[in-house]
């Protein structure tokens, strides 16, 4: 419900909270007597407050480090990671309860579970590793090396679930970490152009075509050309999709969208808007990898359509769209990440070069 629309009448407190602790066993809802304050097992240092007028307001409270340095129930790169938050609180959107007291706790189960499945903000090392990635091939290719091997994993499982289930392991903390940057549009573009080139054969391919096979490595993190390198790469995912003919592994390039699609939804807000960019915004970009498999192409274009007009006004929208930030931008007010996003993937209104491949063609295996 938007903001401007709240209403005037009081709700049930009481009857909401006793709908709620009887509904999930990982809440924990104390009545203050001027709200609601609500806690989940499965996110510490997380509070959700819920007023009078059903306002419901959350946010992330780290404490101070204690005598050892650490934050109890964080590792020492999570309590690193907070030390660099312009604020120790990050506060997520708010949101106004709809319906009846039923709803509302529906609602509110909803919003907790959302962000228990979304990587907190500690748990986004970005902030340490851009400087890394920036300075070192090394980096660069631990990337593509855990990206390969989470692949193998998704591929040999069937799914998705060990990947994204319990802690954070070493792989998916290098890939979060990288695409929760600057330059995390250009890396899944990246891995697209790195993708489509093992399917090619060898033969006949030019100079520039061999060069791509180290295009994730040759990335740049440093931020100097972000539109200009995203731009460069996006055209060139859409051109080699385009040109391809011959089919690829599908069940590798479903692997694919279903490990980025997912890193993508479990990114916090607070690290997409300090990346510069939304998930509508990361949609242009996923939509080729859909392309590629080629199979419904007719309801793909409608996808295209409407992740047009959802993303249409840009870049004007990336801060209500992905909330406030914890680096940069939250320190200095600036947002031009979307500016340079929008450049970067040819945006005229809500269309991109993306979403126009994929409303006028087939890809090149299709044809």
Same mark, same amino acid.
């Given at each position: 419900?938007?903001?401007?629309?709240?209403?005037?009448?009081?709700?049930?407190? !009481?009857?909401?909270? @006793?709908?709620?602790?009887?509904? !999930?066993?990982?809440?924990?809802?104390?009545?203050?007597?001027?709200?609601?304050?609500?806690?989940?097992?499965?996110?510490?240092?997380?509070?959700?407050?819920?007023?009078?007028?059903?306002?419901?307001?959350?946010?992330?409270?780290?404490? @101070?480090?204690?005598?050892?340095?650490?934050?109890?129930?964080? !590792?020492?790169?999570?309590?690193?990671?907070? /030390?660099? +938050?312009?604020?120790?609180?990050?506060? %997520?959107? /708010?949101?106004?309860?709809?319906?009846?007291?039923?709803?509302?706790?529906?609602?509110?189960?909803?919003?907790?579970? =959302?962000?228990?499945?979304?990587?907190?903000?500690? *748990?986004?090392?970005?902030?340490?590793?851009?400087? *890394?990635? &920036?300075?070192?091939?090394?980096?660069? $290719?631990?990337?593509?090396?855990?990206?390969?091997?989470?692949?193998?994993?998704?591929?040999?499982?069937?799914?998705?679930?060990?990947? +994204?289930?319990?802690?954070?392991?070493?792989? %998916?903390?290098?890939?979060?970490?990288?695409?929760?940057?600057?330059?995390?549009?250009?890396?899944?573009?990246?891995?697209?152009? #790195?993708?489509?080139?093992?399917? =090619?054969?060898? &033969?006949?391919?030019?100079?520039?075509?061999?060069?791509?096979?180290?295009?994730?490595?040759?990335?740049? $993190?440093?931020?100097?050309? #972000?539109?200009?390198?995203?731009? @460069?790469?996006?055209?060139?995912?859409? @051109?080699?999709?385009?040109?391809?003919?011959?089919?690829?592994?599908?069940?590798?390039?479903?692997?694919?969208?279903?490990?980025?699609?997912?890193?993508?939804?479990?990114?916090?807000?607070?690290? %997409?808007?300090?990346?510069? +960019?939304?998930?509508?915004?990361?949609?242009?970009?996923?939509?080729?990898?859909?392309?590629?498999?080629?199979?419904? %192409?007719?309801?793909?274009?409608?996808?295209?359509?409407?992740?047009?007009?959802?993303?249409?006004?840009?870049?004007?929208?990336?801060?209500?769209?992905?909330? &406030?930030?914890?680096?940069?931008?939250?320190?200095?007010?600036?947002?031009?990440? /979307?500016?340079?996003?929008?450049?970067?993937?040819?945006?005229?209104?809500? !269309?991109?070069?993306?979403?126009?491949?994929?409303?006028?063609?087939?890809?090149?295996?299709?044809?």
């Amino acid at each position: 419900m938007p903001m401007n629309d709240i209403r005037q009448i009081d709700i049930n407190l !009481s009857s909401l909270s @006793e709908l709620l602790r009887g509904s !999930s066993r990982t809440a924990n809802v104390t009545d203050t007597g001027m709200g609601l304050v609500i806690t989940d097992e499965r996110t510490e240092y997380l509070k959700t407050y819920v007023g009078p007028s059903g306002i419901v307001r959350s946010r992330w409270e780290y404490p @101070e480090p204690g005598r050892n340095g650490r934050i109890r129930g964080l !590792s020492d790169h999570d309590t690193a990671t907070v /030390a660099t +938050f312009v604020d120790r609180c990050v506060e %997520l959107p /708010a949101f106004a309860l709809p319906g009846d007291a039923t709803h509302q706790a529906m609602w509110l189960r909803l919003h907790l579970n =959302r962000q228990a499945n979304r990587f907190a903000p500690h *748990q986004v090392h970005t902030a340490l590793r851009l400087p *890394q990635l &920036a300075a070192s091939t090394d980096a660069r $290719y631990d990337v593509l090396r855990a990206y390969r091997r989470l692949m193998q994993n998704i591929i040999d499982d069937g799914d998705t679930d060990a990947v +994204f289930g319990g802690r954070i392991g070493r792989d %998916l903390q290098l890939l979060v970490d990288a695409i929760a940057s600057p330059a995390g549009l250009a890396l899944i573009a990246a891995l697209i152009i #790195d993708e489509a080139e093992r399917t =090619r054969p060898d &033969a006949g391919k030019t100079e520039r075509d061999r060069r791509l096979r180290y295009v994730v490595e040759d990335l740049d $993190y440093s931020g100097i050309n #972000d539109a200009g390198q995203l731009a @460069e790469l996006i055209k060139t995912a859409v @051109e080699l999709l385009s040109s391809t003919r011959t089919k690829p592994d599908l069940t590798r390039v479903r692997a694919m969208r279903s490990l980025l699609t997912g890193i993508i939804n479990r990114l916090p807000n607070a690290a %997409l808007a300090d990346a510069g +960019f939304t998930r509508g915004m990361a949609g242009h970009v996923l939509i080729l990898i859909s392309w590629w498999l080629g199979s419904d %192409l007719t309801r793909l274009t409608d996808a295209a359509l409407r992740l047009e007009m959802r993303t249409e006004g840009w870049p004007n929208r990336l801060g209500a769209d992905a909330g &406030a930030g914890t680096g940069r931008g939250a320190r200095t007010g600036e947002n031009t990440g /979307a500016d340079i996003m929008a450049i970067g993937l040819h945006a005229v209104g809500g !269309s991109t070069i993306c979403t126009r491949a994929v409303r006028n063609g087939r890809p090149g295996w299709k044809r």
